[in-house]
């Protein structure tokens, strides 16, 4: 027995058929027979776990179980965590789109409602304001009292433009000694009824104007020519 306690320490309390086959193996070699004063036909080697043993490869095994699931307990915390951390990069980036989104949407509506503003002014209020178109204008702009003061705006630049020209053609004729005294007194005056008449956009007060309420010296003003 001393012999195969010797043989069998060298394995580990799990590796019990290497155990046995390391004892059988001493066995069929005589080492255990040769000294014996008789001869033994047949040895059976059956190596068991006493009690204490059991226990301790029990608790082993238990304790290694326990190891795995904790590693894959951590392994799983981690990937949650990449995971959390990936989605809360999709999120970021996913609501910077959205802003971008929305940033641009805005700029090309703000650009959209300068461009239709623009149109307005050019193809729809213009022309009623060289036609002396009045009526129409104040309808019109009844409906869309959000171009009042562009089209207040407009109505001064048209009319100091009126003015600037006027004055260039006056001096124009009188440089070349092209009009008598008479002429150029009348074309003076004229020049002077048009500047009293031009103000600005508060005071030709066009939101408060219906329509058939604008003078019509205000309209014949405006297509007189030098």
Do not use: C
Not at 46 to 67: P, V
Not at 79 to 96: C, F, N, R, V, W
Not at 125 to 134: D, N, Q
Request: aromatic fraction near 4%; avoid cysteine; proline fraction near 3%.
């Amino acid at each position: 027995l001393e012999t195969i306690s010797r043989v069998t320490e060298n394995f580990d309390i799990e590796d019990v058929q290497p155990a046995t086959k390391a004892v059988r193996e001493l066995l069929d070699k005589g080492k255990f027979t040769e000294k014996l004063p008789f001869v033994l036909s047949a040895v059976t080697v059956r190596l068991q776990l006493d009690t204490q043993a059991k226990e301790f490869l029990r608790t082993r095994r238990q304790q290694r179980q326990d190891a795995l699931l904790a590693a894959d307990r951590r392994q799983l915390i981690e990937a949650e965590g990449e995971t959390g951390m990936l989605q809360q990069q999709y999120d970021i980036k996913l609501e910077q789109e959205r802003r971008r989104f929305e940033h641009e949407l805005d700029r090309q509506r703000v650009e959209m409602e300068l461009q239709i503003q623009r149109m307005r002014l050019d193809e729809v209020y213009k022309p009623m304001i060289e036609g002396g178109l009045w009526s129409v204008l104040a309808q019109q702009l009844a409906q869309n009292p959000g171009d009042i003061n562009k089209v207040s705006d407009m109505i001064t630049t048209m009319h100091e433009r009126k003015i600037d020209t006027d004055i260039a053609v006056l001096r124009t004729l009188i440089d070349k000694d092209m009009l008598e005294d008479y002429q150029a007194v009348t074309v003076v005056e004229q020049l002077v009824r048009n500047l009293a008449q031009g103000g600005t956009p508060a005071d030709r007060a066009l939101p408060d104007a219906g329509p058939g309420q604008f003078d019509a010296e205000d309209a014949s003003a405006e297509e007189d020519d030098v």
